[in-house]
């Protein structure tokens, strides 16, 4: 092969390993700027490939009144074919040291060179309670609903442990793989019809709060 063959395909395969080293290299700090800035959007992006990828229905920003001027959101909502999962986005910029049974977590947050330690309501216990209002409102049974607290993959949870049954806390990088361990459980699959319905009388109910608060 010629020298010149040979120093050609060098540099092309030198600047190719360049690239793929600057989109590693920039990917973290980038994605971490795009989830300050915005979160909820790189929430959707993760929320929706794994509803595309299990052809699951999604419905997001869910809005109920609950009288009282009250309203419940729930950011998504999931139709597997065996559970709807209540899916809760919560970014922390920081550290969580907490337990499943906690009413109160310690939040460490990050202000530039120091670190604030502030006590925050568990989001746990948060979507548990609308986990059992949709429950009621909508006639699900409960052990069809999985309540999940969505929160960023580069987020340090000191010993956390999900209970089984109970809400799940959940990095953005697993929830593909934590739907999937749910939707191989040995239990009976939703009626699709049946599925459809709700989501659908869900969707009516969400607009129908939307609209109301507009007016």
Not at 5 to 16: D, P, Q
Not at 180 to 203: G, M, P, Q, W
Request: net charge negative; glycine share 6%; charged share 25%.
């Amino acid at each position: 092969m010629p020298f010149e063959v040979k120093l050609t395909i060098f540099i092309v395969g030198a600047i190719f390993a360049l690239g793929l080293l600057g989109v590693w290299f920039f990917y973290t700090p980038l994605r971490k700027r795009k989830f300050r800035r915005n979160p909820k959007e790189v929430f959707y992006k993760d929320v929706r490939k794994v509803a595309d990828d299990g052809d699951y229905y999604l419905v997001n920003n869910v809005e109920f009144d609950m009288g009282n001027g009250n309203t419940i959101t729930i950011d998504h909502l999931l139709g597997g074919d065996k559970f709807l999962y209540v899916i809760m986005d919560h970014y922390f910029e920081g550290a969580i040291s907490a337990k499943a049974e906690d009413f109160y977590w310690v939040y460490y947050v990050k202000d530039h060179k120091t670190t604030l330690k502030k006590e925050i309501r568990s989001p746990i216990m948060e979507t548990k309670e609308i986990v059992q209002r949709l429950s009621m409102m909508s006639g699900l049974p409960i052990n069809f609903l999985v309540g999940i607290v969505l929160i960023n993959s580069d987020c340090f949870v000191s010993r956390y442990q999900n209970v089984d049954g109970e809400v799940q806390l959940v990095s953005a990088n697993r929830l593909g793989e934590v739907i999937t361990s749910y939707e191989n459980k040995e239990v009976e699959a939703f009626n699709t019809e049946d599925l459809h319905r709700v989501i659908h009388e869900i969707h009516d109910l969400s607009e129908k709060t939307k609209n109301a608060k507009s007016e």
